[in-house]
């Protein structure tokens, strides 16, 4: 447990705090008076049983609460790790603890309403009224009919680790560690509603993963720059990310607007007016921002009331949001949907064949736009180092940027669309992901690029993104991670985990949990490639002969995985599968039996390309050992003829006395 003597008691009479307040009251009174006037009429358009005045009050108001409570958390905790100077034992410093504590008393409010909403949503999709459904003895079967209440559960289990983590720990890679549950947090709830249902909801669950991240982000970063007056020294870094998250927060909005309204109720319908409101503040909070950015470059008052201003501002979009989060979109109503709708968002018409997957392109907005930014990034950084003057290995940049392409084209190619219809083709996606393109990426040698391009931040000014690299790389959770041991387990088990636990049957369900499975298994792959054949600094390496015989060690998993499959008489994800119901696919055991002879045989290439990179390397370095040998040696050798030659001169020295 850490030491919290900095704790200080004033976090919420600063400048500024007044109006965050009073906003919140106002966005929670305006949300009120919608609910009590147009509840009812809500309800009804979507054919829903009208819960009662309280609880249609109280979804949108604890909407509210609790997504604002998760942006204020998740944007605090990335504030911290931006702005935090930590001293030699890695605690952050007094500035920052100001937002640790905000970001801890609002992650318990978080959780508080999280749990609230669990109930409140599912009495709202129940048709009962809060009191009602505590009282029945259905209220397990109401939650778990309900998706969002699900979603609200697992909302609280993260605020809920967000704030024991928090309570318990003040180090920097605590709070950049907690990043990870609290977009979790973030996300839970908004892929589980209207952006997880009917037509073209693959689109529209990856925008709205990145809309609600962006938002998020510029909340949290708003209201604790204004409670906590950002140094001038780093204003320039926050206005950067304010204009860079504002920027995607609009572009990934209006994706999100036009695929659950439609053109046809744009203006006719309240939910798309709130979308136009919407878009409207944000716009005008991103180019504020950016004014402020030009006539204020080094912050000052001007540019804290812009930021003071922008935050009331979002405060007021997260009240939009939620009104709109808390109703069925028009589009939704609108279309009477299919199986495919349902379950795919797309039609697949023609079975698979290599024409297919070229012509049908569904590009993945968060995957497929990631793969674009890494290549963009690993560009700039090799632009930079050109610029001083130094070179980067043509290889390592072929790596990188074929990773990148296969990664584009496995997430929005005819692949992925598929993917998520069928097992075999899914099985391929998932090799290519977990065991081609980690390698690629390793052989790019990004850490080591971006040590090298990144200009440190220099004494007396706050760190930047070298530091924070280089503090991640020394972390004891990237000591732990990256253990040899530990992604071996991670490597294999998870392949299992996946696959032979009802796991699978929820992750193929949803575009969220492709999305998550095709992450994860990137990251999997890339930790244990990474300890095997990585030029980046990183791990402790084991000696080559040991990397050789941990490779090896995983061909016989993935071969009895496959074997597994192959022979099982029960078809995993069963359930999904059959509801899809594709036309031309007759038999769902046989398309099993070939993807399970796929993941036996794929894994061949991967590990053919991995053998001879590791062998190269070995051969490399036994050259590197075998020079510095004969250097030794050469060095040795002078220094012996150059001792006996002084021995002689002193004897003859002697000889002459």
């Known amino acids: 447990m850490q030491p919290r003597e900095m704790r200080s008691p004033r976090l919420m009479t600063r400048p500024g705090s007044r109006h965050l307040i009073a906003g919140c009251v106002a966005v929670m009174a305006g949300l009120v ?148 549950p609290a977009l979790i947090g973030v996300l839970a709830v908004p892929v589980s509603g209207n952006a997880a249902q009917g037509p073209d909801h693959d689109y529209s669950t990856s925008a709205v993963i990145v809309f609600a991240a962006a938002l998020a982000t510029l909340t949290g970063l708003k209201v604790a720059s204004t409670i906590n007056q950002t140094a001038a020294g780093i204003a320039n870094r926050f206005a ?11 572009a990934y909005g209006a994706l999100l607007w036009t695929t659950l309204v439609g053109p046809s109720a744009a203006v006719g319908t309240g939910y798309g007016r709130a979308g136009l409101a919407v878009a409207a503040a944000l716009l005008v909070v991103w180019l504020a921002d950016i004014a402020s950015l030009v006539s204020s470059p080094r912050g000052g008052e001007p540019a ?115 993917g998520s219809a069928m097992f075999s083709v899914h099985m391929a996606e998932h090799m290519i992901l977990n065991m081609f393109v980690p390698v690629l990426f390793v052989l790019g040698g990004p850490v080591t690029l971006a040590l ?49 636990t009802p796991l699978f049957n929820t992750l193929v369900r949803y575009h969220w949990g492709h999305e998550l499975m095709s992450v994860h298994f990137l990251l999997v792959g890339y930790l244990f490639f990474w300890g095997i054949i990585g030029i980046d600094p990183g791990p402790r390496r084991l000696p080559f002969p040991a990397r050789l015989g941990l490779l090896f060690a995983v061909m016989p998993f993935h071969a009895f995985f496959g074997i597994a499959v192959m022979t099982m008489t029960s078809v995993v994800g069963g359930p999904f599968y059959r509801n899809v119901g594709l036309p031309w696919l007759s038999s769902l055991s046989a398309d099993q039996h070939l993807g399970g002879a796929i993941a036996w045989g794929s894994s061949e290439l991967p590990v053919i390309l991995v053998v001879v990179a590791l062998v190269a390397q070995w051969a490399r370095d036994d050259r590197r050992a075998a020079t510095r040998s004969d250097r030794h040696a050469d060095a040795s050798y002078a220094d012996d003829e150059l001792d006996a030659y002084n021995a002689m001169l002193r004897e003859l020295a002697r000889n002459r006395r």
């Open 304 to 418: 804290r009331r812009v930021r003071l201003f922008g935050a009331v501002a979002i405060i007021a979009v997260w009240g939009l949001v939620s009104s709109m989060a808390t109703q069925t979109a028009p589009r939704l109503l609108a279309h009477k949907p299919t199986a495919s709708d349902v379950f795919l968002g797309y039609a697949l018409p023609k079975p698979p064949a290599v024409q297919t997957f070229l012509s049908t392109w569904r590009f993945d907005s968060l995957i497929g736009s990631g793969a674009v930014l890494l290549a963009v990034l690993y560009l700039l950084g090799i632009i930079r180092l050109r610029r001083r003057g130094d070179r980067w290995p043509r290889g390592a940049s072929f790596a990188w940027l074929s990773g990148c392409l296969v990664l584009l084209v496995t997430s929005s190619s005819g692949l992925k669309a598929y």
């Open 240 to 250: 950067a990310l304010e204009i860079i998250c504002g920027g995607v927060a609009l």
């Open 33 to 180: 008076c919608y609910a009590t006037v147009c509840g009812t009429r809500v309800y009804a358009v979507s054919g829903d049983s009208y819960p009662g005045v309280a609880t249609a009050i109280a979804e949108p108001v604890g909407y509210f609460v609790a997504a604002l409570a998760a942006a204020v958390s998740f944007g605090g905790l990335l504030y911290i790790v931006v702005t935090a100077r930590p001293d030699a034992r890695g605690v952050i410093d007094e500035d920052a603890f100001r937002v640790h504590l905000l970001v801890e008393r609002t992650s318990v409010a978080w959780a508080l309403s999280a749990v609230m909403m669990v109930v409140v949503q599912a009495a709202s999709n129940a048709g009962l009224s809060v009191v009602r459904l505590l009282g029945s003895a259905a209220i397990g079967d109401a939650i778990l009919y309900s998706e969002m209440a699900r979603g609200w559960i697992a909302v609280a289990g993260a605020a809920l680790a967000v704030a024991v983590a928090l309570r318990l720990s003040v180090q920097w890679v605590a709070h950049t560690v907690l990043l990870v």
């Open 452 to 500: 090298r391009a990144l200009t440190p931040a220099g004494d007396g000014r706050a760190p930047g993104p070298r530091e924070w690299l280089l503090w991640l790389l020394h972390s004891r959770v990237t000591v732990v991670l990256s253990h040899p041991v530990t992604a071996f387990v991670l490597f294999v088990a998870s392949l299992y985990v996946v696959y032979f």
